[in-house]
């Protein structure tokens, strides 16, 4: 158990749907990433959080977007959703937020399927 | 830019003997490589680091990596292999742009 919990651990839903994607990092951990990983594009990281602010980002489409709240815990928000969108959604925390030195730990992920 | 290649999708191996996982990688900086494990259904799970100090890095579970900056490759090996080993590894990349670069994974099997 990493320490990292997200929720909800399935989500089923239709195309056109929004949804929303909540992650706790570990106790002291200052930063949140989140992460998408389909058959076809492999594992991608999205968006970087740390402290609640906006530090990296990555392959985030501009239908998605994420927060950091004053608690630490994140939320990923996915808008009008497409097949294509269909994925295992990571989340990861660290204390740091200098990728290089500091070791992210994975929730379990939120398996996302668009029908 | 930075990126990373494992060079076999799929490994498969005997109980007992050695696990050589292939990676190799492309980064303009100086490079902190890693590998990552994914077990069926789990999340991912840190095996070892690189960050320019020691070329020969020790990880958890037996599993070790040798930085090899003339080849670009940072593979990962294992004396013996255990059942508890079959899973998914990920090699991953980060230079300047502070974000993690996974390679496509490579699912090692490992056969009683």
């Known amino acids: 158990d990493s320490g990292v919990t997200q929720t909800p651990k399935h989500l089923i839903t239709a195309t056109g749907q929004r949804v929303t994607l909540r992650c706790s990092p570990r106790?002291?951990?200052?930063?949140v990433y989140w992460y998408q990983q389909s058959l076809d594009q492999g594992l991608q990281f999205l968006i970087q959080?740390?402290?609640?602010?906006?530090?990296a980002k990555g392959n985030i489409l501009e239908r998605f977007s994420a927060q950091q709240f004053p608690d630490l815990h994140s939320e990923l928000n996915l808008s009008s959703l497409e097949l294509g969108d269909s994925a295992l959604y990571f989340c990861?925390?660290?204390?740091?937020?200098?990728?290089?030195?500091?070791?992210?730990?994975f929730g379990p992920g939120t398996r996302l399927t668009v029908l | 830019a930075q990126s990373v290649t494992q060079l076999d999708s799929h490994v498969s191996v005997s109980e007992g003997t050695p696990v050589l996982l292939r990676c190799n990688y492309s980064?303009?900086?100086?490079?902190?490589l890693f590998w990552y494990v994914q077990h069926p259904n789990k999340g991912l799970q840190l095996l070892l680091k690189?960050?320019?100090?020691?070329?020969l890095v020790k990880g958890i579970n037996g599993f070790e990596a040798e930085f090899k900056k003339s080849e670009t490759s940072f593979h990962l090996t294992k004396p013996s292999a255990h059942m508890s080993d079959a899973a998914e590894y990920f090699c991953?990349?980060?230079?300047?742009?502070?974000?993690?670069?996974f390679g496509q994974g490579t699912t090692l099997q490992v056969k009683p």
């Open positions: 980064s303009s900086y100086s490079p902190s």
């Open positions: 990861a925390s660290s204390v740091g937020n200098i990728v290089s030195y500091n070791e992210q730990f």
């Open positions: 991953v990349v980060t230079g300047n742009t502070g974000k993690l670069i």
């Open positions: 959080y740390y402290n609640g602010e906006e530090r």
């Open positions: 690189y960050t320019s100090a020691a070329t």
């Open positions: 106790s002291g951990d200052l930063s």
